[in-house]
């Protein structure tokens, strides 16, 4: 009897080894005849892209088109002072001041989207760099020295509250009476300051004065 045969186990994995052998020594022809028949029974990828269903198509143009006048429409021809409630597309800008938002409101909404970056929106100001609005003279002072500094700026050196800042202010003189007026009385009357209301009319009036001036004021001149 051979070794082989009084031990079982031992000729199972013998011939198991010889089974793996064979199978590793398929010639490359029997390795490209079974990789052509699973090829065959795969699905073949086709060149190009999908095609998109034509209700697709339709539906994103439709889309598109709508955003397109849909953003036109809310632009107001994408001015910056598109969402300022004293333009004219608003219908009760046409019927008088009675008929929309108070001085003080439009005035807080005009300030908030242009002066507050540098004032702060709580009227203190940026130390060393933008004075504050908050409790000083040249704000609850004369209203048209103020009424001057909104239309066509300030540069130069300034003392404000025993502080000095010495930089640029920009004009607003493309803004309407009604726009300086309502921003004048809604610096005048917030935080701190108590001062009296600021008109449209006393706004034309101070424009006139200063005429075609577009340089900007110094404390000198003012």
Avoid at 19 to 35: C, F, G, W
């Amino acid at each position: 009897m051979s070794k082989n045969q009084n031990n079982p186990g031992k000729q199972d994995r013998v011939e198991d080894w010889a089974a793996r052998l064979d199978q590793a020594a398929a010639s490359d022809n029997d390795i490209q005849r079974v990789h052509d028949t699973l090829a065959r029974e795969k699905e073949q990828p086709r060149g190009g892209f999908p095609v998109i269903p034509i209700f697709m198509i339709f539906l994103m143009s439709g889309l598109i088109l709508f955003g397109a006048i849909y953003a036109v429409h809310r632009s107001d021809d994408f001015d910056s002072l598109g969402y300022d409630e004293t333009r004219r597309r608003f219908a009760w800008a046409d019927t008088g001041p009675t008929e929309g938002p108070p001085p003080f409101v439009i005035g807080e909404r005009l300030y908030a989207a242009n002066c507050a970056m540098c004032h702060q929106q709580n009227g203190e100001g940026l130390a060393g760099a933008f004075p504050p609005l908050n409790q000083t003279e040249w704000v609850t002072g004369p209203e048209d020295r103020l009424i001057k500094i909104l239309l066509n700026g300030l540069v130069g050196p300034i003392e404000v509250r025993g502080n000095t800042y010495n930089g640029v202010m920009p004009g607003f003189n493309n803004w309407s009476n009604d726009q300086i007026a309502a921003v004048a009385t809604y610096i005048r009357q917030a935080w701190d300051n108590d001062a009296e209301d600021v008109t449209s009319e006393t706004v034309g009036e101070v424009r006139g004065v200063v005429g075609g001036r577009t340089s900007p004021f110094t404390v000198e001149d003012l």
